[in-house]
């Protein structure tokens, strides 16, 4: 990366800076014409002593060349041009005014849109380049940096580099050429009062420069503040658990206001210094019409100057203080400019950057790993000379199975690293096959071999997209031309192509199925769930999928079969005589075990508003609920539950967790609704206010009566919700189709989840066995259909979340382990990486992962010795040093170190 | 069944006699009501203790297991409350209940067992009343046993 901005600039934009030059330059003359025009037309057409009657002539379009008569002694005309009457001389001036007016516009459109175009594939450029330096930035630099910092400094500080680079070299020749031409007609006009207006420019820049330089400063540091700033507030959200445990959230308020405070006193400064320089800037800028008026008044009454040149003097002395003062900006704002550059620049230049030739793309399969791994006089040293792995030596094959133990200060994590390619060493060597480590692309570190840490990172995707990431390598096909037309597309990629940036398409095909073993769509799903198996992870996916929803569209069958599943299901529960466990739903009951909300709208919401509180707003609701006369019963169950809400919890301290836990109303609320229970008992049914009234409306829609057996569902509610049901459905029918999916107990509910579609109705509360029962009932049943690798599919598109937050952190070590395996690597690193399982699962995990392994290579960094018997060569490390290697029956002895690990246990 | 109907039988519960009809319709409508039909079991002998049951309806057995099997050692019906030693004092289910005939009872967690307690300190003097009753009743048990025995080995 270039250290100077304008080299940067010049490097990767000169043809395009030069064309908007010229385009500068060819807009000059025109300029200057619409500047002396004025003149011409007060001083010729309009000042009548130039005409002697109305019949009499001047010439028009006749050029002289400038200074001709002094050059060579008698005017050296250019173009003759042809004479005019007075009025048609004032007609075709003005006529000239305007085009020219018209042609400068159009010149200033043009230039401005070539230059923003520049500066915004500039910046296209140095973001890209700015990604691609991190992800070529060595891991153990990545762990040190912020991610809010470098996120900040990428999106916010690169971004006003955009706006100048199309400034950056056409601006000081466009206004610097605008102020010279403004100068030199002024000086044409009348020499001294140019050298007036000269002098004063010459001073502002001199003085003006100079006092910035200290706003520049403080601009430096307020970019600082700024980004320290967002790294400390992203810290804030990272380590909530410890603020919130520890209550060190005061601490943390008192150090955010310190910071702002210094942020405060930096731009105050900032903003008085610039209003300061602003203040003098116009100052001097006046002085100069000061003594244009002053002077050339003085002239002009003396008779020395005619006052159509002071007229035209002042009108271009108009058009001087704004390119100046822009050109003091665009001073200003290169320094500025400058400095972020340099800051952000030196931020993406750490030691040991990954070179770029080492993660070019390959579009092909790499060959195997084979051979042995050998390992000599191996070391490795932190940023401070600490000494973390020292002499490492040894030799095993690359398709053995190894174990590498010791505590937790022996440096076995970093011989992991190492072996994957991650971490380069400080001494010593590495080789694979006979082949140096370091000279390995990642096209074939990151093909062959796979490595997973204890704290594996999952991408907010689907589980199945987590599975398949290891194996996007290269863009096999590109599939998703077609939305797009062929020239919108070709176009696109041009784009990306002259701004440095890759011209793949990620929508494209890049999945690498074949080294999954998958040949053909039907092993997808076997193969997977032969990995999720293998890492114990099968039951979670088919779990997800349970409550997952199928995507009916492109899998009518999957929603056929699930219909299959209700069926039986209910026929399964008639036979074992336990029907009353689950209340179906039925088109003319009311189900006591479902909210009174779920019995009104009678299926699954689709759009949002139809969906928890908002339901009530809805005015197609309002008018069903009115038109069945369930208006007062829904009043009147709000009253009772608010008087039974405020009966229970009105003693009871707010923070108490009932509240949370059971109350309908949040211990806020209470002492309000209390005054309205009040109120509503003291007056007849009438006067209640409608305030009132709307409040307890919301309070019954999550009322299961089977649940909170307050007795408020009689006979006559029941009859006027069905009542309302129907309404509902047949005005939503005919204004909002889409809104709800309803009941059916003959069709599949696209928007409920499959767990929810075989059960077709609500568990029976108060049935102690209902819920494990028919969870077991349900998965034999699933089974029995064959279901379950369908269940498994839909379970494959749960979202993990972001860095995989809806799984438990076994889960996602799991998925990562399952991440590895189906690339069936040559060799398949773990640095620790079942460690946040139970020792339990860690002694089923390492035998079912080896047998996934097949014939190639394991290294397992173990967390527990004693599962290095089921490894068939052992490294022991102590201090960053092999102790002693060897097969387990080896070192399984008295004296031996791993004896003693084992012991120790 | 409403959950005015539950304050009555709750009443009617002798650890809850002298508390508070509001505090009780507060307990019933926080705890579960759980049916359990002819032969299940509402815990097992062994189990971690997670609630306590106050029988509504119906009958169980108290079940132990011996070494000749499992022994019916007592039964409970209606208004009676059962399980709290468990949760009380961390130990695993001492017996077994099984549903004598359809069995309607009230489901106290110990989460909730304990927020009564320490909420209205009345209700915590009646549990100890109880309990102390239950161990001078065991203890006047033991007594007779103790008894006969002397006599048998006479």
């Known amino acids: 990366m270039e250290q100077r901005l304008f080299k940067y600039i010049w490097k990767h934009s000169k043809t395009d800076q030069i064309k908007i030059l010229f385009l500068v330059l060819a807009s000059m003359p025109f300029y200057f014409l619409s500047l002396d025009l004025p003149k011409s037309i007060i001083n010729r057409a309009v000042d009548s002593q130039n005409f002697a009657d109305i019949n009499s002539t001047l010439s028009f379009m006749r050029f002289e060349l400038p200074f001709g008569e002094e050059i060579f002694g008698h005017p050296i005309i250019l173009i003759e041009g042809f004479d005019l009457t007075q009025i048609s001389l004032l007609f075709a001036l003005c006529f000239s005014f305007l085009c ?47 991610q809010a910092e470098i996120a900040t400094m990428l999106k916010d500080e690169v971004e006003p580099l955009g706006g100048f680079i199309g400034d950056a070299i056409v601006t000081p020749f466009f206004l610097g050429g605008q102020a010279l031409t403004a100068l030199i007609f002024i000086m044409v006009q009348n020499v001294w009062l140019g050298i007036v207006a000269m002098s004063i420019v010459l001073v502002q820049a001199f003085l003006i420069p100079k006092l910035r330089r200290r706003i520049l400063d403080l601009g430096r540091q307020r970019q600082m503040t700024a980004r320290a700033l967002a790294g400390r507030v992203s810290e804030l959200v990272e380590g909530a658990v410890e603020i919130q445990s520890h209550d060190t959230s005061n601490y943390e308020r008192a150090e955010i206001s310190s910071r702002l405070g210094k942020i405060f006193k930096i731009r105050y400064e900032i903003y008085q210094r610039k209003f300061f320089v602003k203040f003098l800037n116009n100052l001097l800028a006046q002085i100069t019409p000061f003594i244009f008026y002053l002077g050339g008044g003085y002239l002009v009454i003396t008779g020395q100057f005619e006052i159509g040149t002071l007229v035209a003097v002042l009108a271009a002395y108009k058009d001087l203080p704004p390119p100046i003062k822009d050109l003091i900006n665009w001073d200003q704002q290169r320094n500025d400019v400058q400095i972020k550059y340099e800051q952000v620049a030196e931020q993406f230049q750490p030691n040991g950057m990954i070179d770029a030739e080492m993660q070019r793309l390959e579009e092909k399969h790499s060959p195997p790993l084979e051979g042995d791994i050998v390992v000599s006089n191996l070391g490795l040293v932190d940023e401070n000379e600490n000494k973390l792995l020292e002499g490492i030596n ?21 011989l992991g690293l190492l072996l994957a390619n991650l971490v380069k060493s400080s001494s010593g060597s590495m080789k694979i096959g006979g082949k140096p480590m370091v000279q390995l692309p990642s096209a074939i570190t990151g093909r062959r071999i796979s490595y997973v840490s204890s704290e594996a990172y999952l991408f907010p995707l689907s589980v199945m997209d987590n599975l398949f990431y290891g194996l996007r390598n290269w863009m096999i096909k590109d599939t998703s031309l077609l939305p797009n037309s062929e020239v919108e597309y070709q176009r696109e990629k041009q784009e990306a192509l002259r701004t440095g940036n890759i011209a793949l398409n990620p929508n494209g095909e890049w999945i690498d199925f074949s080294s999954a073993g998958i040949n053909e769509p039907a092993e997808l799903v076997p193969r997977v769930t032969e990995i999720l198996r293998a890492v114990d992870f099968e039951e979670d996916v088919y779990l997800f999928g349970l409550s997952g929803i199928v995507d009916c569209e492109n899998r009518p069958d999957i929603a056929e079969s699930i219909l299959g599943a209700r069926i039986a299901l209910k026929e399964h529960l008639k036979s074992t005589g336990d029907e009353d466990l689950v209340i179906a739903f039925d088109p003319e009951k009311y189900n006591k075990n479902a909210t009174l909300r779920e019995n009104l709208l009678f299926g699954t919401p689709r759009k949002k508003q139809y969906a928890g509180n908002n339901l009530l707003t809805m005015p197609i609701l309002r008018e069903s609920v009115e038109e069945a006369g369930l208006k007062d019963s829904i009043y009147n169950m709000g009253l009772s539950i608010a008087r039974t809400m405020v009966e229970l919890f009105m003693g009871l301290p707010p923070s108490h967790q009932f509240f949370e836990q059971f109350s309908f109303i949040s211990a806020d609320d209470l002492p309000e609704f209390d005054k309205i229970v009040k109120r509503a008992d003291k007056s007849s049914f009438s006067e209640i206010s409608d305030s009132d009234r709307e409040a307890l409306m919301y309070l019954p829609f999550d009322y299961v009566e089977a649940r909170h057996r307050l007795g408020l569902v009689t006979e006559d509610v029941e009859a006027k919700i069905l009542k309302a049901r129907q309404i509902f459905a047949e005005k939503l029918e005919s204004r909002d189709p889409d809104a709800v999916e309803f009941y059916d107990p003959d069709s599949y509910n696209s928007a409920a989840s499959i767990q929810d ?4 109705g609500r568990l029976a509360y108060g049935r102690a066995e209902a819920g494990a029962t028919i969870g077991r009932v349900m998965t034999e049943l699933l089974d029995d259909l064959g279901l379950r690798s369908e269940v498994i599919e839909v379970g494959l598109e749960f979202n993990v979340g972001i860095a995989g937050n809806r799984l438990s952190s076994v889960q996602r070590q799991k998925l990562a382990l399952a991440r590895s395996l189906i690339k069936k690597p040559d060799l398949l690193i773990l640095n620790e990486a079942a460690a946040v399982m139970d020792s339990q699962s860690q002694n089923r995990l390492v035998p079912s992962i080896m047998e996934a392994q097949e014939d190639r290579g394991i290294c397992w960094t173990l967390q527990r010795a004693s599962l290095s018997q089921h490894f068939e060569y052992v490294i022991v490390m102590q201090n960053g040093k092999v102790v002693e290697s060897g097969s387990f029956d080896e070192l399984n002895k008295d004296g031996k170190v791993l004896k003693s690990l084992i012991d120790d246990e | 069944m409403s959950i005015e109907q539950e304050v009555e039988a709750l009443k009617n519960i002798p650890l809850f006699a002298n508390i508070d ?9 926080a705890s579960e009501r ?9 815990f097992h002998q062994g189990d971690a203790g997670d609630a306590a049951y106050i029988f509504i309806e119906g009958e169980a057995d108290v079940i132990v297991d011996t070494d000749d099997g499992p022994l019916v050692v007592a039964s409970f019906g209606k208004n009676d409350f059962v399980g709290e030693i468990a949760i009380l004092c961390d130990v695993p289910r001492t017996a077994t209940i099984k549903a004598k005939s359809e069995l309607i009872t009230l489901k106290i967690t110990k989460e909730l067992f304990f927020n009564m307690v320490m909420d209205f300190p009345e209700m915590g003097v009646e549990v100890m009343r109880v309990l102390a009753h239950r161990i001078d009743h065991t203890t006047s048990q033991l007594t007779e046993a103790r008894n006969a025995l002397a006599e048998r080995s006479d």
């Open chain 1, 100 to 146: 020219l007016v018209l042609v400068n516009g159009l010149f200033k459109f043009v230039i401005n849109t070539l230059k923003g175009q520049l500066g915004e594939r500039m910046l296209r450029r140095l973001r890209f380049e700015l990604t691609d330096r991190i992800l070529r930035f060595p891991v153990m630099h990545s762990r040190r940096v912020k």
């Open chain 1, 394 to 414: 040894f030799t095993v094959g690359v398709d053995k199975k190894i174990a590498v133990v010791g505590n937790a200060s022996s440096g076995k994590e970093y």
């Open chain 1, 757 to 760: 579609n075989i059960l077709f």
């Open chain 2, 21 to 29: 009809p509001s505090r009780l319709k507060l307990m019933a409508f």
């Open chain 2, 34 to 42: 759980l049916t359990f039909k002819e032969g299940k079991e509402l």
